[in-house]
């Protein structure tokens, strides 16, 4: 149990446009999401945390008009990458919780790359 | 800001071999948990300390954690080839914050 999906696994796109990353828990309702940001050999940077029906919360530095972030239900969370560039390009990995939010459930990541 | 530094940042051994990764954060915690990472791919969790226990198993895993020093260690016994891979520690707290902050990983590699 506790299955965390993510569509797609892998995108490419030309710079300028928006991409969207979908992030569903298929077998529990996630009262709560969070999408993480990791560069090649690096560790994953929280990028937010997202309350189903409620406005996402943005960790310092990361720009909200950027990444969009919406929890329309309790088992999807959507991240739109807006005007993509390449620095956007990176692995994108989300998780959800629903009894406590110590336990986490992680997707399998999505693979951007921006050309 | 991301807390949590970790070493060695990547270890090279062979099988049969034991891997020790440490771990080091700055912040009080309510657990901290260690994850595997295979290359390009999502997180799988290990194994989750809590701030009142010193030490963990679970099967070749031990995790020690020492509140004072702010520091946790990892101990694969008895490698593969299959444990290759990154593995990351990440603290949480609860009390407004309840997020995971992870550190910045070891890479570990394991040789026939």
């Known amino acids: 149990g506790a299955v965390v999906s993510q569509h797609p696994s892998r995108v490419i796109c030309k710079s300028g446009t928006s991409v969207k990353i979908e992030c569903r828990s298929l077998?529990?309702?996630?009262?709560?999401m969070f999408w993480y940001r990791q560069f090649p050999k690096q560790s994953l940077m929280l990028m937010a945390t997202?309350?189903?029906?409620?406005?996402?919360?943005?960790e310092q530095g990361v720009e909200k008009d950027k990444f969009l972030i919406n929890h329309a239900s309790l088992t999807l969370s959507t991240l739109t990458v807006t005007s993509a560039h390449p620095e956007d390009s990176s692995f994108y990995i989300c998780?959800?919780?629903?009894?406590?939010?110590?336990?986490?459930?992680f997707g399998p990541g999505t693979r951007l790359l921006v050309l | 800001s991301q807390q949590g530094e970790e070493d060695p940042q990547a270890l090279s051994i062979q099988e049969g071999e034991n891997a020790t990764m440490n771990c080091s954060y700055k912040t009080s915690i309510n657990n901290l948990q260690w994850y595997r990472q295979n290359s390009g791919r999502g997180l799988v969790h290990l194994i989750l300390i809590r701030s009142n226990e010193r030490e963990k198993h679970s099967g070749r895993l031990r995790v020690t954690l020492d509140t004072s020093k702010k520091s946790s260690s990892l101990l694969i016994t008895a490698s593969r080839a299959a444990d290759t891979a990154s593995y990351f520690c990440a603290t949480f707290r609860s009390g407004g914050y309840n997020k995971l902050i992870f550190g910045a990983g070891t890479r570990l590699a394991v040789h026939p």
């Open positions: 077998d529990f309702q996630a009262t709560t």
């Open positions: 997202s309350n189903e029906g409620s406005k996402a919360t943005y």
């Open positions: 998780s959800a919780t629903f009894t406590d939010q110590e336990t986490q459930y």
